[in-house]
């Protein structure tokens, strides 16, 4: 996916969020859909992509989205982020329309590849969005500090792309959507590519991230040991047309180390979300 698709919706905070752990933190809906449908209109026919799709994510949730190849997850993400426009139903973000959060700069997006300009240095791929925006020059440069930190990438500001390992480039995205400052990161498979133990690390350097600054995540994976690891809440979708078959809230502590995954109580979620998938199977 070309950088300039996800500059374009990687975004900044403008409202006033209600403090975490605030009155209304554990309750507020910063997402929801009703009712979503779509239907892609292709020269094969249609394809209809998701199906009575309704969910609410609320503020400072984890969610992960797990399901079969093609179910629809990417769409779904996208519909959120305004990349795609529903055929039916609603789509709320932050209480407005998905264009309207867009333009607000309501969320931060990432994407499967890194995406960074190799002609760029880190520091340059992350602070040209914010170029674009006309933010002030040492404003950028206190945000390109700041984010570099979260993803503990400090000291690499001057590097070139192709001198960090893909792990690291995948950091460097990360910090990009979050130089925005927006409140909602939409994450679409951001570790797929990578080799396990990489992914491992990323996992529990993402959750730190999450539980430093209170995101909202919704994320996107095909791996259930990651979703359960990541998410307070589990989304299991069905194959196309994508609807959701298991909604899961996690009883694991916010606390995780590695090893959680060991557990009788992890396993007995992963089980619970390898059988949604197998349900959902056997609906074909
Ligand atoms: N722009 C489009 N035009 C036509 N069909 C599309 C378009 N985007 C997605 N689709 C189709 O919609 C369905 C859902 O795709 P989507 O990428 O959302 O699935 P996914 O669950 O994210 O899959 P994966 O896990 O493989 O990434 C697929 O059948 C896909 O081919």
């Not at 209480?95 to 890194?114: C, K, L, T």
């Not at 950091?171 to 992914?199: C, H, K, N, W």
């Not at 350097?205 to 589990?234: C, D, G």
Request: proline residues 6%; contains cysteine.
């Amino acid at each position: 996916m070309a950088f300039g698709n996800s500059a374009d919706v990687m975004a900044s905070k403008t409202d006033g969020a209600t403090p975490i752990g605030g009155r209304d933190a554990a309750t507020e809906a910063v997402i929801s859909a009703r009712n979503l449908d779509l239907t892609f209109q292709t020269n094969d026919g249609p394809i209809h992509a998701l199906k009575d799709v309704n969910l609410d994510i609320n503020k400072g949730e984890f969610v992960s989205f797990i399901g079969p190849s093609g179910c629809g997850k990417t769409t779904f993400l996208r519909v959120m982020a305004d990349l795609e426009q529903p055929t039916g139903g609603t789509v709320t973000v932050n209480g407005v329309s998905p264009q309207e959060a867009r333009r607000s700069r309501a969320y931060g997006y990432v994407f499967q590849a890194a995406g960074l300009y190799p002609w760029r240095t880190i520091g340059g791929n992350i602070r040209l969005p914010l170029e674009i925006m006309g933010i002030s020059k040492a404003e950028q440069a206190e945000r390109v500090a700041r984010v570099l930190e979260l993803v503990e990438l400090a000291g690499f500001e001057k590097k070139f792309p192709w001198q960090l390992s893909g792990g690291m480039q995948q950091r460097a995205s990360i910090a990009r959507a979050l130089s925005f400052d927006a409140d909602i990161l939409l994450m679409d498979e951001p570790f797929g590519a990578l080799d396990e133990i990489v992914r491992d690390h990323l996992n529990e350097q993402l959750l730190k991230l999450w539980a430093r600054t209170r995101k909202t995540v919704a994320f996107v994976t095909h791996s259930i040991p990651e979703a359960v690891y990541l998410s307070t809440k589990i989304v299991v979708m069905s194959p196309r047309p994508g609807r959701i078959t298991d909604v899961i809230d996690s009883p694991l502590p916010h606390d995780r180390p590695l090893e959680i995954r060991e557990t009788p109580e992890f396993l007995e979620v992963a089980h619970r979300v390898r059988e949604g998938l197998r349900a959902g199977h056997a609906d074909v």
